[in-house]
């Protein structure tokens, strides 16, 4: 079981930045990959950013220039820097985990989200 917890969200005006951040706990060992999702009314989740076990780095291109995923091991945290932040950019951030059993079945995690609106 894994565990994820989210903050950093809020108000920001456009052209400001933001950190979120995302903490795991419980079986943090089998997880293979993190990333950070983003879901307005009426449209699907889309991914905003990802960083596997490895360091490899998967940015959505409407965030590419002004989004960073980083790790910190030693706190079991993951973080989403955002720069010059649009309107569009406001919604519900979720943070993702993709974890492995130990029958190696994939299973995906998720934290409870955290609101990010950028006001014009």
């Known amino acids: 079981q894994v565990q994820l917890v989210e903050s950093g969200g809020g108000l920001v005006q456009a052209g400001g930045s933001l950190r979120l951040s995302c903490a795991a706990s419980g079986s943090i060992f089998r997880i293979a990959a993190m990333g950070w999702y983003r879901q307005v009314p009426g449209k699907q989740r889309e991914l905003v950013a990802a960083?596997?076990?490895?360091?490899?780095?998967n940015y959505a291109d409407s965030v590419k220039g002004r989004g960073t995923i980083s790790r910190d091991n030693a706190k079991n945290t993951v973080y989403l820097q955002m720069n010059s932040l649009k309107p569009e950019d406001t919604a519900v951030y979720y943070c993702?985990?993709?974890?492995?059993?130990?029958?190696?079945?994939?299973?995906?995690?998720w934290g409870q989200g955290t609101q990010v609106t950028v006001s014009s």
């Open positions: 960083i596997t076990s490895g360091g490899s780095t």
């Open positions: 993702n985990a993709v974890h492995y059993s130990s029958g190696y079945r994939r299973e995906d995690y």
